[in-house]
């Protein structure tokens, strides 16, 4: 029997997703071609409500459908109460997602992007150890459910990874930045320069005395600061009570310079779409404006538990995991001052450019404390060195009250986040007493 | 299936292939404050075709559909061909192995139902509620997985292995005003539903922890001896040194070779560090690793000096040293890399009463919510903490982030405990892109001098 009928006769409400995903990865290591595999993925997910509960299962075994069927169905048995529906056809902004160009791209040139990024590293820094992944996918989906939705997409993304260590002596540096992208870029070199700019800049070591002195964070280095708030934005974390944030929609939390999107529909980046993990159209989300909290991300489920609409921000993060509201693309939008300008103000200050151990502790609240991986002293205006262990700590919800300023000037980093420098007055900088 | 895995072996153009084929079934029930967030299974089921051609490198093929091994060996062959090693890749010598492992459970967790699955984890989670008034929000896992590999290669390895794995877990966000503080516990096994009954216990303790880092300070940044249980200094030799003993990271990089030469001091005489995947039932036990090798006790540092490292076969006919059994992979999706199995610091001497005894202002950190390591640098968040006043342990502090130089802090531990422990945690460790891997950490309690706690 076609499962879609199967699943008509068993439950109230079903949804099927098939995926297929055929990836091309070709891996340096080390500055040498290592390593080039071809994935092929093939499998389908299923959920269903039966008598008001939520059932999931998830297979790649084509040859036992029915058995997941039978998997759906039993999850549903002992699941909780679904409050809410299957998406509802509707129409989507068209974006661009899919591209020959990127689609197309032959192993060997793929292979030649990798020698290309190495040329312009290693001339600078023979000693750089250089591991490159470029990954080139082709992934057809398609949702349908009892409610008429039958959306199918393909997708063509390509991701290059970059990380670059260099060790000398007990002296280790390590970069890492990533494309990502589903259009062909002519400028894919781009984010390549930047790191072998950040290189050259390390060369030069310097000192700088712990304390309290401003805090420039690079678009690199501001993920710091967005990864908090990606956390307490979560509909998810809204829902449950634990993000410091839930219940002050409305009110200005946070300096007027500070404005964070989520947009999901930008022709061509990573986590663009015209539909979201379960058939809902993607949008542009703006979250907070001018320092004021507007709203946060859900998908189905979050939303009608908290009696909004889904922001079309449902995410699976593969196969075998039901949907979760998650952030798209992050914007942090660029400010009103040249960088030159936020620079020339500082007489002794810290340029962060990343941090080690992001994301661990208990960020939810809003604290960080991290290492910083890479890191400049500033003096009079001009960065003049790089500086070693030293370390910051601080709660961006009281960081983020007060920004000195948010810069002209911004970029993508790490495929999905676009982000400015961003100036804090005056932050605790704790350095190795010694 | 044997058959057909033969004749792709034998009709391969590479100079080395290997085929395997996992078969996966998971189960997985999780509660989230009075949610059920999921309670089913899944089936994955897929193969994996690695070449080797010498002089250019390897080439890589993974599929879900098993019915053409022939064109998947091609695939990967044509990979291989793409690539360019600058010498050619060598294997160390490795016995084909032809053996069956099956699994030894006392009751199969494929037997019990799901309301019975369900059942169990609904009991942690209501534990996790029921605690205070202050616990906002829980968490409350129970998870099993059973899969049966098959490994061949085209030397005439045949190995076939079950590996059957369960897990419960409790989590605890508690709140007060605005300040929120979260706990975790977790147990892990290999050997049967049984094992996971009755842990009541570990649910409370997440619960209770979390309410008591509500009333804690966070700690003050400076400098402090500091002790650390079991749980925080397995999770450091793991992250902050196992890795380093990784021979990926060092075999062809001079610098780093040079950072990780066998008889270089890596603390004092009392540091004793290994990893052993051939210990029964614990976490990271794997009896043979993805390339066919078998598991074995390899001593990392003895007496304080580093002896040993890990080995994938091609690491380890590069450096000309032994396959160690560490080349793992987390599923058929990915090629081995090497990988960590059950690392620990050795057990020592001292009593915990006399390694606290003499301190007059320290810290004893517990637990670990996680740490990154940057080569030498590495950064820990400490679970839960108290400040050690006068020799005694004195009231809970927050927010204990241990940073510093891996060699500098290796050298600073100068007390190592006799009351060693394997950690029975889920969870698992991620390198590169595959995670989450099962590994073992064990360890007794050890103390640090001179370590730099970061904080407000």
Same mark, same amino acid.
């Given at each position: 029997?076609?499962?879609?009928?199967?699943?008509?006769?068993?439950?109230?409400q079903?949804?099927?997703?098939?995926l297929q995903?055929e990836?091309?990865?070709?891996?340096?290591?080390?500055?040498?071609l290592?390593?080039?595999?071809?994935?092929e993925t093939k499998?389908?997910a299923?959920r269903v409500?039966?008598?008001?509960k939520?059932?999931?299962?998830?297979?790649?075994?084509?040859?036992?459908?029915?058995k997941?069927?039978?998997?759906?169905?039993?999850s549903a048995a002992?699941?909780?109460p679904a409050p809410?529906?299957?998406?509802?056809?509707r129409?989507?902004?068209?974006?661009?997602?899919?591209?020959r160009?990127?689609?197309?791209?032959p192993i060997?040139?793929l292979?030649?992007i990798?020698k290309?990024?190495?040329?312009?590293?290693?001339?600078?820094?023979p000693?750089?150890?250089?591991?490159v992944?470029l990954?080139r996918?082709?992934?057809s989906?398609?949702?349908r459910?009892?409610k008429g939705?039958?959306?199918a997409?393909r997708?063509?993304?390509?991701?290059?990874?970059?990380?670059i260590?260099?060790i000398?002596?007990?002296?280790?540096?390590?970069l890492y930045?990533?494309?990502?992208?589903?259009?062909?870029?002519d400028?894919?070199l781009?984010?390549?320069?930047r790191?072998?700019?950040k290189?050259?800049?390390?060369?030069?070591i310097?000192?700088?005395?712990p304390?309290k002195?401003?805090?420039?964070f690079?678009?690199?280095?501001a993920?710091?600061?967005?990864?908090?708030?990606?956390?307490?934005?979560?509909?998810?974390?809204v829902?449950?009570?634990?993000?410091?944030?839930?219940?002050?929609?409305?009110e200005?939390?946070?300096d007027e310079?500070i /404005?964070?999107?989520?947009?999901g529909?930008?022709?061509?980046?990573f986590?663009s779409?015209?539909y979201?993990?379960?058939g809902?159209?993607r949008?542009?989300n703006?979250?907070?404006?001018?320092?004021?909290?507007?709203g946060f991300?859900?998908?189905?489920?979050?939303?009608?538990?908290?009696g909004?609409e889904? /922001?079309?921000? +449902?995410s699976r993060?593969?196969l075998f995991?039901p949907p979760?509201?998650?952030?798209?693309?992050?914007?942090l939008q660029?400010?009103?001052?040249?960088?030159?300008?936020m620079?020339?103000g500082?007489?002794e200050?810290?340029?962060v450019?990343?941090?080690l151990?992001?994301?661990?502790?208990?960020?939810?609240?809003?604290?960080f404390s991290n290492?910083?991986?890479?890191a400049f002293?500033?003096?009079?205006?001009?960065i003049?060195?790089?500086?070693?262990?030293?370390?910051?700590?601080?709660?961006i919800y009281?960081l983020?009250?007060?920004?000195?300023?948010?810069?002209?000037?911004?970029q993508?980093v790490y495929?999905?986040?676009?982000?400015?420098y961003?100036l804090?007055?005056?932050?605790?900088?704790?350095?190795?007493s010694? | 299936m044997?058959?057909?895995?033969?004749?792709?072996?034998k009709?391969s153009?590479?100079?080395y292939?290997?085929?395997?084929i996992?078969?996966k &079934?998971?189960?997985?029930?999780?509660?989230?404050?009075?949610e059920l967030?999921?309670?089913?299974a899944n089936i994955?089921?897929?193969?994996?075709?690695?070449?080797?051609?010498?002089d250019?490198?390897?080439?890589?093929?993974?599929?879900?559909?098993?019915d053409?091994?022939?064109?998947k060996v091609d695939? +990967?062959?044509?990979?291989a061909l793409?690539?360019?090693v600058?010498e050619p890749?060598?294997?160390a010598?490795?016995e084909?192995v032809?053996?069956?492992?099956?699994?030894?459970m006392?009751?199969?967790?494929r037997?019990v139902?799901?309301a019975?699955?369900k059942?169990?984890?609904?009991?942690?989670?209501e534990?996790?509620?029921?605690?205070?008034?202050k616990i906002?929000?829980?968490?409350?896992?129970y +998870?099993d997985?059973?899969s049966r590999v098959?490994f061949?290669?085209?030397?005439?390895?045949?190995?076939e292995?079950?590996?059957?794995?369960v897990v419960?877990g409790?989590?605890?966000?508690?709140?007060?005003?605005d300040?929120v503080?979260?706990?975790?516990?977790?147990?892990?096994t290999t050997?049967?539903?049984e094992y996971?009954?009755?842990?009541d216990?570990?649910?409370?303790?997440?619960a209770?922890?979390a309410?008591e880092?509500?009333?804690?300070?966070?700690?003050?940044?400076g400098?402090?001896?500091?002790v650390?249980?079991?749980?925080l200094a397995g999770?450091f030799?793991?992250?902050?040194?196992?890795h380093?003993?990784?021979?990926?990271?060092?075999?062809?990089?001079p610098k780093?070779r040079?950072?990780m030469?066998?008889g270089r001091r890596?603390?004092?005489?009392?540091?004793?560090v290994f990893?052993d995947?051939?210990?029964?039932?614990l976490?990271?036990? /794997?009896?043979?690793?993805?390339?066919g090798t078998?598991a074995?006790?390899?001593?990392?540092?003895r007496?304080?000096?580093?002896v040993?490292?890990l080995?994938?076969?091609?690491? +380890?006919a590069?450096?000309?040293?032994r396959?160690s059994?560490n080349?793992?992979?987390?599923n058929?999706r990915?090629?081995?890399i090497?990988?960590?199995?059950?690392?620990?610091?050795?057990?020592?001497?001292t009593p915990?009463e006399?390694?606290?005894?003499?301190i007059e202002?320290?810290?004893?950190a517990?637990?670990?919510?996680g740490g990154?390591?940057?080569?030498?640098n590495?950064s820990f968040?400490s679970?839960?903490?108290?400040?050690?006043?006068?020799g005694q342990?004195?009231?809970?502090?927050k927010d204990v982030i241990?940073?510093?130089?891996?060699?500098? /802090?290796?050298?600073?531990?100068?007390?190592?405990g006799?009351?060693?422990?394997?950690?029975?945690?889920?969870?698992?460790c991620?390198?590169g892109?595959?995670?989450?891997?099962p590994?073992g950490?064990?360890?007794?309690?050890?103390?640090?001098?001179?370590?730099?706690i970061?904080? &407000?």
């Amino acid at each position: 029997m076609d499962i879609l009928t199967h699943l008509q006769s068993q439950a109230e409400q079903f949804e099927l997703l098939d995926l297929q995903n055929e990836k091309t990865t070709v891996e340096y290591e080390a500055n040498q071609l290592k390593t080039c595999t071809v994935a092929e993925t093939k499998g389908a997910a299923v959920r269903v409500i039966r008598k008001g509960k939520l059932g999931f299962s998830a297979s790649t075994d084509s040859a036992a459908l029915d058995k997941l069927v039978a998997n759906a169905l039993e999850s549903a048995a002992y699941g909780d109460p679904a409050p809410f529906s299957f998406a509802h056809p509707r129409p989507a902004p068209i974006v661009r997602t899919f591209d020959r160009a990127v689609a197309d791209l032959p192993i060997a040139r793929l292979v030649e992007i990798g020698k290309e990024i190495l040329d312009l590293i290693l001339p600078v820094e023979p000693n750089a150890r250089c591991n490159v992944s470029l990954e080139r996918s082709l992934v057809s989906a398609s949702i349908r459910n009892q409610k008429g939705l039958d959306v199918a997409f393909r997708t063509s993304p390509l991701s290059i990874g970059v990380e670059i260590d260099r060790i000398e002596g007990d002296d280790v540096l390590i970069l890492y930045d990533q494309l990502g992208t589903t259009t062909w870029q002519d400028n894919y070199l781009d984010f390549v320069r930047r790191l072998v700019q950040k290189l050259e800049r390390a060369r030069t070591i310097t000192s700088l005395k712990p304390g309290k002195m401003p805090v420039l964070f690079a678009p690199t280095g501001a993920l710091a600061l967005a990864l908090p708030l990606t956390q307490g934005l979560n509909g998810k974390e809204v829902y449950k009570g634990t993000s410091p944030m839930r219940g002050k929609v409305g009110e200005k939390l946070f300096d007027e310079k500070i /404005t964070v999107v989520d947009d999901g529909t930008i022709d061509g980046k990573f986590a663009s779409a015209s539909y979201d993990d379960e058939g809902v159209p993607r949008r542009r989300n703006v979250l907070i404006e001018r320092g004021v909290l507007k709203g946060f991300v859900y998908d189905l489920k979050t939303a009608a538990q908290s009696g909004v609409e889904s /922001t079309g921000n +449902a995410s699976r993060g593969g196969l075998f995991y039901p949907p979760e509201p998650s952030f798209t693309n992050l914007i942090l939008q660029p400010g009103e001052t040249p960088l030159e300008a936020m620079l020339a103000g500082i007489d002794e200050g810290l340029l962060v450019e990343d941090l080690l151990g992001l994301g661990q502790g208990n960020i939810l609240s809003g604290a960080f404390s991290n290492p910083l991986a890479l890191a400049f002293k500033i003096e009079k205006g001009e960065i003049v060195g790089r500086v070693k262990d030293l370390s910051i700590a601080g709660n961006i919800y009281d960081l983020l009250k007060n920004v000195a300023a948010v810069s002209q000037e911004a970029q993508w980093v790490y495929s999905t986040f676009y982000a400015p420098y961003v100036l804090i007055e005056e932050m605790m900088v704790a350095g190795k007493s010694q | 299936m044997q058959d057909r895995i033969r004749e792709a072996l034998k009709r391969s153009r590479a100079d080395y292939t290997e085929i395997r084929i996992e078969e996966k &079934e998971t189960t997985r029930v999780v509660f989230r404050g009075r949610e059920l967030e999921t309670a089913g299974a899944n089936i994955d089921k897929g193969g994996i075709v690695r070449c080797l051609i010498r002089d250019k490198g390897w080439g890589v093929a993974t599929f879900n559909n098993l019915d053409d091994l022939l064109t998947k060996v091609d695939q +990967a062959y044509q990979c291989a061909l793409v690539a360019s090693v600058p010498e050619p890749v060598e294997l160390a010598e490795v016995e084909p192995v032809r053996q069956v492992v099956t699994a030894q459970m006392e009751r199969d967790f494929r037997d019990v139902s799901l309301a019975e699955k369900k059942a169990l984890a609904e009991r942690y989670n209501e534990i996790v509620l029921s605690y205070s008034d202050k616990i906002i929000d829980s968490q409350a896992a129970y +998870a099993d997985s059973f899969s049966r590999v098959i490994f061949a290669n085209s030397e005439g390895a045949y190995i076939e292995q079950e590996k059957p794995a369960v897990v419960v877990g409790a989590f605890a966000i508690a709140r007060d005003g605005d300040n929120v503080q979260q706990a975790h516990e977790s147990f892990a096994t290999t050997q049967g539903f049984e094992y996971v009954l009755e842990k009541d216990e570990l649910a409370r303790k997440a619960a209770q922890k979390a309410v008591e880092l509500l009333t804690a300070r966070p700690v003050k940044a400076g400098v402090y001896p500091v002790v650390i249980d079991q749980m925080l200094a397995g999770v450091f030799i793991h992250e902050a040194f196992g890795h380093l003993s990784e021979a990926d990271f060092v075999y062809e990089n001079p610098k780093a070779r040079e950072m990780m030469t066998l008889g270089r001091r890596f603390g004092k005489g009392l540091l004793n560090v290994f990893d052993d995947g051939s210990i029964p039932n614990l976490r990271g036990t /794997t009896l043979y690793d993805d390339e066919g090798t078998p598991a074995r006790r390899n001593w990392l540092i003895r007496d304080g000096v580093l002896v040993g490292r890990l080995h994938s076969r091609q690491t +380890a006919a590069r450096m000309g040293e032994r396959a160690s059994g560490n080349a793992r992979a987390i599923n058929y999706r990915f090629a081995p890399i090497v990988r960590m199995t059950n690392t620990a610091i050795d057990n020592g001497t001292t009593p915990f009463e006399e390694m606290i005894k003499d301190i007059e202002l320290g810290i004893y950190a517990c637990d670990a919510y996680g740490g990154q390591t940057q080569l030498e640098n590495f950064s820990f968040s400490s679970g839960y903490a108290y400040m050690i006043r006068k020799g005694q342990i004195a009231e809970m502090v927050k927010d204990v982030i241990l940073s510093g130089n891996l060699f500098t /802090t290796l050298d600073n531990i100068d007390a190592i405990g006799n009351d060693f422990q394997w950690l029975n945690t889920g969870g698992g460790c991620g390198k590169g892109n595959q995670y989450p891997l099962p590994v073992g950490m064990g360890a007794p309690h050890i103390r640090i001098q001179n370590v730099v706690i970061g904080g &407000e």
